[in-house]
């Protein structure tokens, strides 16, 4: 059993900073990869930032200059710091990776349950 917990949206006035952390829990014999993805009402989900097992990142256009992705594998989380961020960037954040649980099995992806990020004044 694999948990992924998100923790760290809320109300962010506009030019304002959040930091979200995802901690991943249970069997875990290793994460390949770990992703920040959100959703607004209406639309598809989409990937904001991702970080390979190497350190690799990749991050999407729209928030590049803005958000960082890091990764402490020692804890098994992730974090995405937030900064001038803009009323567009409202949406529930999703934590994603790709953990393999058992040896000889192949890995699977894992969500987090979201959590809320509203930038408003």
């Known amino acids: 059993q694999v948990q992924l917990v998100e923790s760290g949206g809320g109300l962010v006035q506009p030019g304002g900073s959040l930091r979200l952390s995802c901690a991943a829990s249970g069997s875990i014999v290793s994460i390949y990869a770990m992703g920040w993805y959100r959703q607004v009402p209406g639309k598809q989900r989409e990937m904001v930032a991702n970080i390979i097992n190497g350190g690799s990142t990749n991050v999407a256009d729209s928030v590049k200059g803005r958000f960082t992705i890091s990764r402490d594998n020692a804890k098994n989380t992730m974090y995405l710091q937030m900064n001038s961020l803009k009323p567009e960037d409202t949406a529930v954040y999703y934590c994603?990776?790709?953990?393999?649980?058992?040896?000889?099995?192949?890995?699977?992806?894992?969500w987090g349950q979201g959590t809320q990020v509203t930038v408003s004044s």
């Open positions: 994603n990776a790709r953990i393999k649980v058992r040896i000889g099995i192949a890995a699977s992806d894992y």
